[in-house]
């Protein structure tokens, strides 16, 4: 006896796995996701109609609970959850999701605002008049059926699907591997195609597209096709964009307000509704008064209200940008074709779609025309004893029973045993003279039709005008008119600032410890009107206060050489007194970093102003303006920094005058801008001074001309002015000139180690020193001696022993 270890055979992961994976995808892919291309169903989705149409659930009876039928459902054909299949047949009965419903849904079926449908205990529900036409012909062998789950019955491969319901209704799904979304055809347009491509199969697209235009969503809306809609009928993949129906009106006291009527397919009323009202909750649009829906019994409708002298159009193009009033439609147009999935073409669906009814007429004129033989061949049996009735009532009479009977028949007269046995069943009432009469013209009719249902299979012209035929009838008695308008062309959508948010002079305030606020002038002037007494945290303090207008922007630069540009309406409004929110709040930006200059600017596309940038170490570069535009809200990189190294400050430049550069250790370099090269946005920059080791730029600034004088205030508080005069213009990148003396020697009271600060001033410039101690002091560089470029400096502020200036700033004025 072998071991239990010797039973086994080793199996790899990979293989078992892909083995599994690949049954399960084949799966979810025939039997559940993807629809079949000839019926355009999912299979609980036919097994729902075919459940209904077999337990005689059809329009001309009374509802039925749709519980009976998902009970029907699932005992026979899908042996799933009862919510998978109560959610098919709920989908198939929304008018908002199904152009043409295949339930007539009786009680809650749910609502466009996403509502779900009441219990399937409480729902009632029968086959719509059209699903009979999924069905028609079904019993006369039209299409093939297979056992079901568990061979107790026989279930439809396929509905004979009587009209091209895969477009007409459209579908989506997600399967393994593969994803549908066809969208829904208009009845009548489709059926007019279908005949097209019947009547001259080489048509090319552009002349199917003359029938069908694009798709037709049961919801309405304008649809922008442009050339996707061209991509999409030739491949399958493409892209349209569906627009709400909207339009401006004028209401009393000189208002106007938006009206929406129509919305995108799929989209959930309710949230449009919730993202436009946070809209004007979050302020990001100023003039929408409020956000009504006013859906009712005659229809949808959707009001905004506008403040007065809001700009409609403008507010309309931002909602149309920002919600989903406007949403992208991504055609992916799969089925199942001969058991695959596979993507397809317009033309590649009506194709499909017109081989299948080819087959299902064939098998129903099949099925009638041996029906019809065999009938034929029974009247010839009775027309053929009626006429010799005497010899065969006396043959019968003769036979010992009705077998004998039915033998003598075939074996007297030789009639065929289907014959004799409808002789034998043949009621007395019908050798009335009348009913012999009926008897031939029936024949008589039966002959013809044989002929025909015969001349049908045997000419295509012939099954293909039956096919038209047909097809025309559902078209006239089932079509609509269009409800989706359609517009070639893709409109941009142009959100202008300027009509969004309203023009207000304001102050922005910015602190040391990164407080950002925005303040209207009125709390500034109610709040006394004083400059310097903006609110603070305890131990922080304003560092820039801006004068600016809410339809101005900030360019916020960071020390590790990113930007962010912040529009001032954006900013959180503020009272004066408050300390405002922490710039973190409002930008992205990251703990590691810190802000180095905000810029305001009213627009980017000013000609001839450009950026400079001065790092730690020595760099500078300077960019064009314009460069630095951008739609992103998060950090966009502004200038290539070292890791060793830091953005010191940004100074906007016209590029007409020098840059002066100041060091730590009291070195100082002057030169022309226009000796640094506009360069892209993320250069690192060119060297602007050469630094001794352990030395760093301190300040910068721009000067012009000769005319006043550079302030330099020590770590002790040691300061002076000497003329701007006695700073010669160099080439960028040399060593420079020194610019402050360090008193050195051992019974020498020190002036300082290094440059805290230092500012050009033309007339006297407010500054704020703060120590490491946390003390403030407020000078002006009028305070400061003029003195020789190469001097030592007068104390300009008094510091407790130990204590020392860590950072120096132009006060707020």
């Known amino acids: 006896m072998s071991s239990l270890s010797e039973q086994f055979l080793p199996a790899f992961l990979e293989e078992v796995v892909g083995d599994r994976f690949g049954r399960y995808s084949k799966y979810i892919i025939q039997d559940r996701a993807i629809p079949d291309v000839r019926d355009g169903l999912k299979p609980v989705q036919r097994r729902i109609l075919y459940a209904m149409y077999d337990s005689g659930n059809t329009p001309d009876k009374a509802y039925r609970k749709s519980a009976k039928t998902v009970g029907d459902v699932m005992g026979n054909y899908h042996p799933h959850g009862d919510s998978s299949i109560y959610e098919g047949m709920v989908r198939m009965a929304q008018p908002w999701k199904m152009g043409h419903v295949l339930v007539d849904g009786h ?15 409480y729902t009632e529900a029968r086959l719509s008049p059209i699903a009979m036409e999924m069905l028609r012909d079904i019993e006369k062998r039209t299409v093939l059926f ?21 477009l007409v209704n459209g579908t989506s799904g997600i399967s393994a591997g593969f994803a549908t979304e066809i969208p829904p055809h208009n009845l009548r347009e489709t059926i007019d195609a279908c005949i097209a491509v019947m009547q001259k199969p080489e048509i090319e697209l552009e002349e199917i597209m003359t029938f069908i ?19 999409a009928y030739r491949t399958g993949k493409g892209r349209i964009y569906l627009r709400s129906k909207t339009e401006i009106e004028n209401v009393r006291g000189g208002k106007q307000q938006i009206i929406i009527t129509e919305i995108p397919f799929q989209v959930v009323k309710s949230r449009l509704v919730t993202a436009m009202e946070n809209i004007r909750l979050e302020k990001k649009v100023d003039g929408i008064a409020e956000v009504r829906d006013e859906s ?17 159009q ?36 009506l194709e499909a779609y017109i081989a299948h009814q080819r ?14 033989e065999d009938r034929a061949h029974v009247l010839e049996g009775l027309v053929k004893a009626l006429n010799i009735l005497d010899e065969v009532i006396a043959a019968i009479k003769a036979s010992k029973n009705r077998q004998d009977a039915q033998n003598n028949l075939v074996w007297m007269f030789g009639f065929s045993e289907r014959q004799a046995d409808s002789i034998l069943t043949l009621q007395l009432y019908r050798l009335t003279n009348l009913e012999i009469r009926t008897l031939e013209k029936e024949l008589e009719e039966t002959e013809k039709k044989i002929a025909s249902l015969r001349s049908i299979l045997e000419s295509d012209k012939k099954l293909v005008s039956v096919i038209r035929k047909e097809l025309m009838e559902i078209r006239d008695k089932y079509g609509i008119e269009r409800r989706a308008a359609i517009q070639g062309e893709v409109e941009e959508i142009k959100v202008s600032l300027e009509a969004l948010v309203n023009a207000e002079d304001v102050l922005v305030t910015l602190s040391a410890e990164g407080y950002i606020k925005r303040t209207s002038m009125l709390s500034f002037t109610r709040s006394g009107g004083d400059r310097k007494s903006s609110g603070a945290k305890e131990g922080d303090y304003v560092t820039k206060l801006m004068d600016v207008n809410t339809r101005d922007s900030l360019l916020i630069f960071t020390r590790k050489g990113q930007y962010f540009l912040l529009p001032v309406h954006q900013i959180p409004d503020f009272k004066w007194k408050d300390p405002g929110t922490a710039i973190v709040n409002v930008i992205g930006l990251s703990k590691e970093d810190g802000i180095a200059d905000v810029i305001p ?16 170490k020595g760099q500078v570069k300077r960019t064009e303006l314009k460069e630095y535009a951008t739609s992103r809200s998060g950090a966009v990189a502004a200038c290539k920094v070292a890791p060793d190294d830091e953005v010191l400050s940004v100074l906007l430049s016209g590029g007409d005058q020098d840059l002066m550069l100041i060091t730590r250790e009291g070195m100082s370099i002057r030169f022309r801008e226009n000796e640094v090269n506009p360069m892209g946005r993320v250069a690192g920059g060119v060297k602007g001074i050469q630094l001794r080791e352990g030395d760093e730029v301190a300040a910068c600034f721009r000067v012009s001309d000769d005319e006043g004088e550079v302030f330099v205030l020590s770590d002790l508080g040691y300061g002076k002015r000497s003329l701007l005069l006695d700073y010669i213009p160099q080439s960028r990148g040399g060593k420079g000139v020194q610019t402050f003396e360090f008193k050195e020697g051992k019974r020498v009271k020190p002036n300082g180690s290094r440059i805290a600060g230092a ?8 500054v704020t020193a703060i120590t490491k101690d946390g003390h403030i002091f407020e000078l002006t560089t009028e305070s400061a001696p003029i003195a020789e470029r190469k001097s030592i400096g007068k104390l300009l502020v008094s510091l407790d022993k130990k204590d020392e200036i860590i950072q120096v700033h132009r006060s707020v004025d």
């Open 296 to 312: 009712g019994r005659e229809g949808l409708r959707i009001v905004v209200e506008l403040k007065k002298e809001a700009d409609a």
């Open 359 to 372: 087959e299902v007429v064939t098998h129903r004129t099949q099925f009638d025309l041996d029906r019809a």
């Open 314 to 349: 403008s507010i309309l193009a931002y909602l149309l940008k920002k919600t989903d009033l406007q949403v992208t439609y991504n055609f992916n147009m799969v089925a199942i074709v001969n058991k695959a999935p596979q993507q397809l073409g317009l033309k590649a669906i």
């Open 213 to 231: 235009k694009g798709p037709d969503f049961p919801t309405g809306g304008l649809i922008m096709a442009g050339d996707g809609i061209m991509d």
């Open 107 to 121: 009680g809650n079926w749910g609502s466009m605002d996403d509502d779900p449908a009441a219990a399937m205990r």
């Open 601 to 616: 600017v009213s627009g980017l596309d000013e000609p001839g102003l450009s950026l400079f940038f001065v790092t730690r």
């Open 146 to 166: 297979k056992d079901n789950f568990d061979n107790s019955a026989k279930e439809p491969v396929v509905l004979p699907s009587r009209y091209p319901n895969l």
């Open 759 to 766: 500012f050009y001033c033309k007339e006297p410039v407010p």
